[in-house]
Every structure is written in structure tokens, then in C-alpha cells.
């Protein structure tokens, strides 16, 4: 049984042009896959739908064989992390994260701080300010703090972009990590190459 179902999913904003096209998509539990294509394919307009952040026109979304298409987005256990990493610039590292915990209401707010930290290794550099960080670091802080409430699932819109090669292979490994401790991942990526080494899936939309 598919842990998380697209069923003719279709999406259109003026009613006349499908942005998403009878997409149809089963993901099982802890799986890792990645959506490709050219930009304007709807990627991530299909990620937007699954996060609740935009409507679906026609078809169902399903988790756990429950459909989602009706349920605010705070309460679909989803984890999601934009290109613009949706971390606060003017605060420090542990600031982001205590934000996040407090979000969740996760129980044990500074030890849980601690142990990410520990686990990202900042602990010396809590109280550097987010904005100040490189692309990898505020990437792997953006990460960080989208699991720690421990989602089932976790979406990523192109987490390589802007970053070095380096710097990329280090943001799918991280990515491989999380997804060892059983989160399922949804991503949405360009750069094919190197993804398809970390993913268990890749699927092409044109």
C-alpha cells in the first residue's frame, strides 16, 4: 500500500492551461524520490499542492490513505523547504531553531535545540546570525529545522540550486541521512546527475 498517492491530479490557474497535467504518483514509507524536468513542468507546483499551499484542481492527494486535499497544511505532518530556505536572517542559528521548536510545541525545547545543533555540528557558532551563513550552511540549518518535529514526510524544492558541486553533494548526502531515519522525501530537482546517485526513484515531467 502507497504511502502517499497522486491520483489524476490536475492543476490550472486560468482555467484554461493545465500547469499539471493527470500527474499520477505513488511513494511508499521512507521512500526517497525525485521529480525532473524543465522549468515550468509544475514540479513545483505539484509540491505546493501536496504542502497545501495551493489548491488542486482536480484529482486527489492521498497519505496513509487519507486524502489531504481539504486539510489545512499545518496538520499534514509535511516538512518543507523552499529555495529561499525560510530561515529569519536577523536571528542567531539557535534562535531559528528554538522558533521552530516553540512552532511545534516539541517537548524539551533546549535540549531538543541542543542535540540538532550538536547534530549539525554549530553548537560552537549558535550564535552566529542565519543571514551570515553560506548557502551550504543555511541549507543544512533549513533541514535541520523542518525535522525536527520528525515528519513522515519531507519535500524539497531544488535544495542543490545556487550551490557549489561540493556543496551539493554535501545537501543530498544530509538529505540520504534524513531519509535513513525513515522520513519519506519528495524532491524536486534539475540537477539529474547528481541526484539520481542518493534517490531510490526519479520521475521525469515534461
Keep these: 500500500k502507497a504511502f502517499l498517492q497522486f491520483t489524476h491530479v490536475k492543476k490550472t490557474y486560468d482555467h484554461k492551461t493545465l500547469v499539471v497535467k493527470d500527474f499520477n504518483l505513488d511513494v511508499a514509507k521512507g521512500e526517497f524520490i525525485t521529480l525532473l524536468g524543465p ?7 505539484c509540491l505546493m499542492m501536496l504542502a497545501g499551499f495551493e489548491d488542486v484542481t ?17 496538520e499534514r505532518n509535511i516538512g518543507m523547504v523552499f ?19 516553540r512552532l511545534y510545541r516539541l517537548p524539551h525545547l533546549r535540549e531538543t535545540v541542543d542535540q540538532t545543533l550538536e547534530k549539525l555540528g554549530l553548537t560552537n557558532r549558535q550564535r552566529q546570525l542565519a543571514g551570515a551563513l553560506s548557502g551550504g550552511w543555511k541549507q543544512r540549518l533549513a533541514l535541520a529545522a523542518v525535522t525536527m518535529h520528525n515528519p513522515k514526510l519531507l519535500l524539497l ?22 531519509n535513513a531515519e525513515g522520513i519519506a522525501i519528495l524532491m524536486v530537482e534539475q540537477n539529474a546527475r547528481r541526484c539520481l546517485q542518493v534517490v531510490d526513484r526519479g520521475y521525469v515531467l515534461d
Aim: net charge negative.
Design 39 to 45: 522549468s515550468g513542468s509544475g514540479k513545483t507546483t
Design 58 to 74: 482536480s484529482g486527489e492527494i492521498l497519505i496513509n490513505g487519507r486524502s489531504v486535499t481539504s486539510i489545512a497544511p499545518y
Design 83 to 101: 529555495q529561499q530556505y525560510a530561515l529569519f536572517p536577523h536571528m542567531t542559528i539557535r534562535e531559528n531553531l528554538e522558533f521552530v521548536a
Design 157 to 178: 524544492d531544488e535544495p542543490s540550486a545556487g550551490l557549489s558541486p561540493v556543496l551539493q553533494d554535501e545537501v543530498f548526502i544530509q538529505c540520504k541521512r534524513i
